[in-house]
């Protein structure tokens, strides 16, 4: 079963943007907050950004001032805009809950910055 489905793949040069996009295939009624993770082959997933099911929003240091996380009024879309990439960012990005959930994993997007 397909929880969150992740699409807006991309290879951006350094400095350039990307908009990432998260189907949410859960009941609007049962979740609170659903967050962006990333993963580099050989390393762990980690957080990117969350928005709360009110608003509120939150950001690893490493993307704060760069990245945007923001929900459609119907909360089935989350988005991710990423603005001067950098080579760092470069990763398959995934979208869960936060905290996640092991069987909610989807196959994530890959975002590749290179010049």
């Known amino acids: 079963q397909v929880y969150f489905a992740e699409s807006g793949a991309g290879l951006v040069q350094p400095g350039g943007s990307l908009r990432l996009s998260c189907a949410v295939h859960?009941?609007?009624?049962?979740?609170?907050?659903i967050a962006w993770y990333r993963q580099v082959p050989g390393k762990q997933r980690d957080f990117v950004a969350h928005?709360?099911?009110?608003?509120?929003?939150n950001y690893a240091d490493s993307v704060k001032g760069r990245f945007t996380i923001s929900r459609d009024r119907a909360k089935t879309m989350v988005y991710l805009q990423m603005n001067d990439l950098k080579s760092e960012d470069t990763a398959v990005y995934y979208c869960?809950?936060?905290?996640?959930?092991?069987?909610?994993w989807g196959q994530g997007t890959q975002v590749t910055v290179s010049s």
């Open positions: 859960v009941s609007i009624f049962d979740w609170f907050a």
């Open positions: 928005i709360g099911g009110d608003g509120y929003t």
């Open positions: 869960n809950f936060l905290p996640s959930r092991e069987n909610y």
